[in-house]
């Protein structure tokens, strides 16, 4: 975890049910997102 980072989210259901499980933490995950939106939406 990102230190100073705190997040409540719980994504055990989604392992459970679908196999999901995050590999990325959500800092780099908010950044890609945002990096891929601007290239895609300009």
Avoid: N, Q
């Avoid at 679908?18 to 780099?28: A, C, E, L, N, Q």
């Amino acid at each position: 975890m990102v230190e100073g980072l705190l997040t409540y989210a719980d994504s055990k259901a989604l392992e459970e049910d679908y196999g999901f499980r995050p590999t990325i933490d959500i800092r780099t995950g908010l950044r890609r997102f945002a990096e891929w939106y601007k290239e895609y939406y300009g």
